[in-house]
T-cell receptor
Framework: QKEVEQNSGPLSVPEGAIASLNCTYSDRGSQSFFWYRQYSGKSPELIMFIYSNGDKEDGRFTAQLNKASQYVSLLIRDSQPSDSATYLCAVNMGSDSWGKLQFGAGTQVVVTP | DAGVTQSPTHLIKTRGQQVTLRCSPKSGHDTVSWYQQALGQGPQFIFQYYEEEERQRGNFPDRFSGHQFPNYSSELNVNALLLGDSALYLC?????????????FGPGTRLTVL
């Protein structure tokens, strides 16, 4: 059983639209959640982190966390072609695994002009 | 503000050889984590170093070992290379003492095993 799951995509989004990415995780003790963006051939770049239930906004990005349902999502508003990348969800699974991030396989997003 | 740096950028080795990868953390960070990312997959945690000791380890064989130096930089060593070790090796740094676990990645080292 995969511990962090994401739809692999590709998710095709028209320019200017909202991209919605979802991530589910298996460990209820998970404490912190991260979204990274990875362009082809490059390393992951941190977009946002979220620790508490609810929404967290940063510019065009909004992270949503629901610990009861064990999912975290990322919304990208006003999508731009430069947002075309793979988005990785990462979860820190509990205090005894502090610092050990578990990643999903990533969702590929393609923003079409 | 210097970010995470890694060397070398690319490396080609043959099966059975040994390799050493290097990482310098972001300025002000004291914790280094290493990840392996195979093509089309998410990064897999190898281990984490803090205060020159291995603090966490993922499901990797003993062929994978590491070290952290007093200046917080780190090395990843892989012995007896296998074809399956071909991957992008990522180093991430964070602040361990009193900090969050937010990790920032370096540019990676692309290892090809022939």
């Amino acid at each position: 059983q995969k511990e962090v799951e994401q739809n692999s995509g590709p998710l095709s989004v028209p320019e200017g639209a909202i991209a919605s990415l979802n991530c589910t995780y298996s460990d209820r003790g998970s404490q912190s959640f991260f979204w990274y963006r990875q362009y082809s051939g490059k390393s992951p770049e941190l977009i946002m982190f979220i620790y508490s239930n609810g929404d967290k906004e940063d510019g065009r990005f909004t992270a949503q966390l629901n610990k009861a349902s064990q999912y975290v999502s990322l919304l990208i508003r006003d999508s731009q072609p430069s947002d075309s990348a793979t988005y990785l969800c990462a979860v820190n699974m509990g205090s005894d695994s502090w610092g050990k991030l578990q990643f999903g396989a990533g969702t590929q997003v393609v923003v079409t002009p | 503000d210097a970010g995470v740096t890694q060397s070398p950028t690319h490396l080609i080795k043959t099966r059975g050889q040994q390799v050493t990868l290097r990482c310098s953390p972001k300025s002000g960070h004291d914790t280094v984590s290493w990840y392996q990312q195979a093509l089309g997959q998410g990064p897999q945690f190898i281990f984490q170093y803090y205060e020159e000791e291995e603090r966490q380890r993922g499901n990797f064989p003993d062929r994978f070992s590491g070290h952290q130096f007093p200046n917080y930089s780190s090395e990843l060593n892989v012995n007896a290379l296998l074809l399956g070790d071909s991957a992008l090796y990522l180093c991430a740094s964070s602040l361990g003492r009193g900090g969050t676990d937010t990790q920032y990645f370096g540019p990676g080292t692309r290892l090809t095993v022939l």
